[in-house]
T-cell receptor, first 113, second 112 residues
Framework: SQKIEQNSEALNIQEGKTATLTCNYT??????LQWYRQDPGRGPVFLLL?????KEKRKERLKVTFDTTLKQSLFHITASQPADSATYLC????????????FGTGTQLKVEL | DVKVTQSSRYLVKRTGEKVFLECVQD?????MFWYRQDPGLGLRLIYF???????EKGDIPEGYSVSREKKERFSLILESASTNQTSMYLC???????????FGPGTRLLVL
């Protein structure tokens, strides 16, 4: 079955720097990959989706890359702010139908002043 | 604005009790999902439904059942709660034509 690996160790960075989070998967490549943000005690919130035929996707200060050869997605937050502190989850689906997303365990990001 | 609501934020139940967790979405979405989230294990899919009265097992359905009598409502039932079902339960919905899932605020369930 598909497994997703995200760095379980928290990532601490300084305000203004670029945060880079990694999502690796095994086995077959998904039709698309999604990134979600989760704050403590709350449900995940969708951020970005990148499809298998896309190399890169941007939204404001967020950028996602998708390398199907490496079986890896990178999630970047540029000019990071303390308000970006949260847990970031990647999720993938191989059916393309939005069903049965498999989620990683998430990486906790802390942006310090 | 998209909205998924869950009946309780916190719930305390005793072992052996029957527990109902309710989820309602107001977006006319076809798909609805129940997950549980535990430290170090991430989000795991319990059941999902892609239409009224339809349901499919997720990765960890044992000890749970679901009900979807109306499009907007998806209920998770713990037939006989056990301490290992203490967890955060998250409901989500999505459109048949869109891959994004919208999550509710979660229900933190403690089984004593």
């Amino acid at each position: 079955s598909q497994k997703i690996e995200q760095n379980s160790e928290a990532l601490n960075i300084q305000e203004g720097k670029t945060a880079t989070l990694t999502c690796n998967y095994t086995n077959y490549s998904p039709a698309y990959l999604q990134w979600y943000r989760q704050d403590p005690g709350r449900g995940p919130v969708f951020l970005l989706l990148i499809r298998e035929n896309e190399k890169e996707k941007r939204k404001e200060r967020l950028k996602v890359t998708f390398d199907t050869t490496l079986k890896q997605s990178l999630f970047h937050i540029t000019a990071s702010q303390p308000a970006d502190s949260a847990t970031y989850l990647c999720a993938l689906d191989i059916t393309g139908g939005g069903n049965k997303l498999t989620f990683g365990t998430g990486t906790q990001l802390k942006v310090e002043l | 604005d998209v909205k998924v609501t869950q009946s309780s934020r916190y719930l305390v139940k005793r072992t052996g009790e029957k527990v109902f967790l309710e989820c309602v979405q107001d977006m006319d979405h076809e798909n609805m999902f129940w997950y549980r989230q535990d430290p170090g294990l991430g989000l795991r899919l319990i059941y999902f439904s892609y239409d009224v009265k339809m349901k499919e097992k997720g990765d960890i359905p044992e000890g749970y059942s679901v009900s979807r009598e109306k499009k907007e409502r998806f209920s998770l039932i713990l037939e006989s709660a056990s301490t290992n079902q203490t967890s955060m339960y998250l409901c989500a919905s999505s459109s048949r034509f869109q891959e994004t899932q919208y999550f509710g605020p979660g229900t933190r369930l403690l089984v004593l």
